[in-house]
């Protein structure tokens, strides 16, 4: 029989390494999230830490550091759930994409969330790992959307559109609700702006049916 035990040593050191990571992200988010971006600190984060402080310090220096982690860490999360979030029918998939980039469900601590990532945003043009993280974020979106979009057309469920340029648009769109929303605390505004883009892209997006080319 052969011997495993390096093989489940390995393992457990990857699982550990992996839970030490997920509570280090968790304990980014819960201090951004009560205490906004200027006033979050290593400090404050350590206080949201479940396990021990002197770990969080062995592995990250300064507030920089462990904000380009966590900003790598929602990437992969993001890409991880768009590869494996599919429908059969493209608008659905986009319907499904923009309720996901606005939620009807945002609690308080999802808004205060979502608040401290616009003052981090504002942070981009003057520091270049947040700008290289903040344009990632923009990139798998607008990707998401762009692949949804070119399904669509080149399955006849959406009319003859560029889907690059109309990502983009879209994006930009929903970018700006999600900002004066959570800046003015306004669930209602996302909900109404949301579903007036949605009944929007409807109307204009969507082949007719049944109608034949001449």
């Known amino acids: 029989m052969a011997d495993t035990s390096d093989t489940d040593h390995t393992a457990t050191i990857a699982e550990e390494r992996d839970d030490t990571t997920e509570a280090i992200m968790e304990a980014v988010y819960l201090a951004l999230s009560k205490h906004g971006y200027p006033e979050t600190t290593m400090s404050r984060i350590a206080a949201e830490f479940e396990k021990s402080k002197s770990l969080l310090y062995y592995h990250y220096d300064g507030k920089e550091e462990i904000l380009n982690d966590f900003f790598a860490f929602v990437c992969e ?10 429908h059969d ?30 003052e981090i945003r504002s942070q981009a043009p003057h520091n ?5 993280q903040i344009l990632r974020t923009d990139e798998i979106f607008i990707t998401a959307l762009t692949e949804t979009l070119e399904w669509g057309v080149e399955s006849g469920r959406f009319v003859d559109i560029d889907p690059e340029r109309q990502a983009e648009l ?4 929903v ?24 009944d929007q892209l409807e109307q204009t997006l969507l082949a007719a049916e049944g109608c034949d080319d001449a």
């Open 77 to 86: 999360e993001l890409e991880t759930s768009f590869e494996d979030d599919t």
């Open 89 to 118: 029918d493209p608008f659905e998939q986009l319907t499904d994409l923009l309720t996901r980039i606005l939620p009807a469900d945002l609690d308080d601590e999802a808004i205060q969330f979502r608040q401290a990532f616009f």
């Open 128 to 132: 270049q790992s947040y700008y290289d």
């Open 170 to 173: 879209i994006f930009s769109t």
């Open 175 to 198: 970018s700006g609700i999600m900002e004066r929303g959570v800046t003015l605390e306004d669930q209602a505004l996302i909900e109404r702006n949301r579903a007036v883009l949605l």
